[in-house]
């Protein structure tokens, strides 16, 4: 089951992903896919600093994600900024996809999402975030489990 709830943070729309696998068996293929998807949101988040592009941010996720052996279950997208407007805006373009060059700022506030569709198997996993981009790295304005939630195990 996907989660993503949204909620305010000092005047910020912000979101938070994750996936609750359902027992009593889990399939071994979801906890591969978490395991990339925990890479990968590790490894956006380390690239997060002013200056580099949502294209840096994207070649990031799908690195990631292909060396899980995953690269066909990605999407085209993996995040986008959340503004401070009301009413919410909740996906303001431009996404973060390969070589969309917008810069990154200090104070933006990014969601990042790792989201794995295996449309063989019909297998899905999901972890994200969001973050404020500082230039000591990205500050953690949400932030989710990064084992796998099991319900009914």
């Known amino acids: 089951m996907l989660f993503e709830p949204g909620v305010a943070f000092r005047h910020y729309c912000v979101a938070s992903m994750f996936t609750v696998l359902t027992g009593p068996t889990i399939d071994p293929r979801h906890l591969a896919m978490q395991a990339a998807c925990v890479d990968a949101l590790d490894r956006v988040q380390s690239t997060i600093r002013p200056g ?8 990031a996720h799908r690195s990631a994600v292909a060396e899980h052996g995953f690269e066909e279950a990605v999407l085209k997208a993996c995040g986008y900024s959340m503004g401070a407007v009301w009413e919410t805006t909740w996906m303001e373009p431009p996404f973060m996809a390969a070589k969309v060059p917008l810069v990154r700022e200090e104070q933006m ?3 990042t999402h790792m989201i794995l569709l295996d449309r063989t198997t019909g297998l899905s996993v999901t972890l994200g975030e969001t973050v404020e ?13 990064r084992e796998p939630i099991i319900a009914g195990a």
């Open 52 to 59: 580099n592009t949502f294209g840096d941010l994207y070649e």
């Open 109 to 111: 506030s990014i969601f």
């Open 133 to 145: 981009v500082t230039s000591d790295g990205p500050v953690r304005i949400t932030s989710v489990p």
